[in-house]
């Protein structure tokens, strides 16, 4: 560094610490063209498919993670005996609602940053989310047959919630 400042001042016409870095309009014009500047281009292209990729395995993994937790709603409505407007069903729907607004973001992110229209992104994360209304349904179902069945319900939800989480 010293000698850059030293040679600043001897010499006006160095502007760089490396030779990598354009002096001239004519050097720039070689730096466009010259192959580290097509590799660097290629390289943000991959980067932008590799979070892609990302996002697709994030919507993916998010969907599957979205089965059980409709599960617990559907068999919590059923532990209420059906109650929709209260109750635990109403609080753990709220409770995972709110839970699932940072997912959505954790799937949308991704897809954005890799070239994705951000409303085809919020589609796909919002199509991940579709899982928890199937989970639901048959939580609720099974849970409505009998206490057993809510239990191998719920049972069943946790041991998958630790599943994904831990797979």
């Known amino acids: ?48 498919h590799e979070l892609f990729i990302a996002g697709v395995v994030m919507a993916s993994a998010i969907a599957l993670h979205n089965l059980p937790e ?28 709110l839970h699932n607004i940072p997912e959505g973001m954790s799937v949308s992110a991704p897809l954005v940053s890799g070239s994705v229209k ?17 989970g639901a349904v048959i939580g609720y179902s099974l849970g409505m047959v009998s206490p057993i069945w809510l239990s191998l319900s719920l049972s069943f939800a946790g041991g998958a919630m630790l599943y994904v989480v831990f797979g």
């Open 1 to 48: 560094v010293l000698n850059l400042i030293i040679d600043r001042r001897t010499n006006p016409e160095v502007q760089h610490i490396d030779s990598l870095h354009p002096k001239t309009a004519d050097n720039l014009n070689e730096l466009i063209h010259s192959d580290h500047y097509e590799m660097h281009k290629t390289n943000s292209n991959d980067k932008k």
């Open 70 to 97: 409709g599960m617990i709603i559907g068999a919590s409505y059923a532990a209420d005996s059906g109650d929709i407007t209260g109750g635990a069903g109403f609080v753990i729907a709220l409770v995972i609602g």
């Open 118 to 134: 951000p409303w085809k992104a919020v589609m796909i994360a919002a199509l991940s989310g579709v899982p928890t209304i199937i």
